[in-house]
């Protein structure tokens, strides 16, 4: 009776649970920059950033350079775009007149860019960086069923079942980043940018009782993934202070435990916003903690473009779960709307 009671209890977990829905919800939007770029800053030298914080967990060159690239290659992008003159100094003839040291000095905490700049023949506006990386890592271990003895036991091998060791490991990376776009002749600061901190977490989950295996950091979203998407989000917040930029978020709304929340993501999908708002409010004054609904409304609201209403429901899924990625990105991201 025993091993039979051990089957359908196993069963009972798969099973159970109510159905959940997932809306992916893309957000496009056009920030215009309060100041046109001046005609005379319209040729750009961009630096290698300079890179600060847990040196031996990144490789630095790699990113000073993938940085650099990622800005020019969006200006470039703009430039074309909006039909704006903006001519971009060739970065590989840079490498060659210039060398890595005075690539890498061309940070924005000091002044030694402005000596690199005066190197860099056809610019008259320098668009230096930092990036500073954080990685915060930590293991441990829980209990899991062993699924061999498991097996020996339901087959009538005697003994007991033996439970194992298994890894487990948290995560956390942190990347801030500042910009400046500098006259070269003057060293006066065109515009400036600094960056709010962005975080990702990859929480250590306790491995399953029954048969779970280790989370380790082969099993979380790749360290370079991690950090190319952060730099990326902060250089779209500083690029469109130069240039209209194009920002575009892809969100991931699931249902809360309620039919009302259900039918709300039901009508997201198919782009029936306000329906879902008023769905997801039925659910909230059901369930007054389904976190899962404010943040769906607040996409919705989002998407509706009222944007003070979607910080409202942002912060309240926020209250509910401050840890949670998704909610504290959302509030900072229409903080800066």
């Not at 798969?14 to 920030?31: D, E, F, L, N, Y």
């Not at 942190?174 to 070269?184: M, N």
């Not at 190319?228 to 690029?239: N, S, T």
Request: hydrophobic fraction near 35%.
């Amino acid at each position: 009776m025993k091993r039979i009671a051990v089957v359908v209890c196993l069963a009972v977990l798969a099973g159970c649970g109510p159905s959940k829905r997932t809306a992916t919800i893309q957000i496009s939007r056009m920030v215009e920059p309060k100041t046109p770029l001046s005609s005379q800053h319209m040729q750009i030298a961009v630096m290698n950033a300079r890179m600060e914080g847990d040196t031996d967990e990144f490789d630095q060159k790699k990113w000073a350079e993938m940085t650099a690239d990622m800005l020019a290659g969006k200006l470039e992008q703009a430039s074309e775009q909006n039909k704006i003159p903006i001519k971009l100094v060739d970065r590989e003839h840079m490498k060659q007149s210039l060398g890595e040291k005075d690539l890498a000095a061309a940070g924005v905490t000091d002044g030694s860019d402005q000596m690199a700049a005066a190197k860099v023949q056809g610019a008259n506006a320098i668009l230096s960086s930092k990036v500073t990386i954080k990685v915060d890592k930590q293991k441990g271990t829980g209990k899991t069923i062993d699924a061999m003895s498991a097996i020996g036991w339901a087959r009538g091998g005697g003994g007991s079942v033996a439970a194992s060791d298994v890894e487990k490991e948290s995560r956390n990376i942190t990347v801030q980043c500042q910009f400046q776009l500098k006259d070269p002749g003057t060293n006066e600061i065109i515009v400036s940018h600094n960056g709010m901190p962005s975080q990702h977490f990859d929480k250590a989950k306790t491995p399953s009782p029954f048969f779970g295996g280790s989370k380790t950091e082969a099993n979380m979203t790749p360290r370079d993934k991690v950090i190319a998407v952060m730099i990326e989000e902060q250089a779209q917040d500083f690029l469109c202070k130069i240039v209209p930029m194009k920002i575009d978020t892809t969100l991931q709304v699931q249902s809360g435990g309620t039919d009302a929340s259900v039918a709300a993501v039901s009508a997201m999908v198919v782009d029936d916003f306000e329906g879902a708002l008023n769905h997801f409010k039925s659910a909230m004054s059901e369930t007054p903690d389904d976190h899962n609904s404010m943040y769906g409304a607040g996409v919705c609201c989002e998407k509706l473009n009222r944007i003070e209403e979607a910080k409202k429901y942002y912060k309240q899924a926020q209250s509910i779960k401050p840890k949670e990625e998704k909610y504290n990105e959302a509030v900072a991201r229409v903080s800066r709307m």
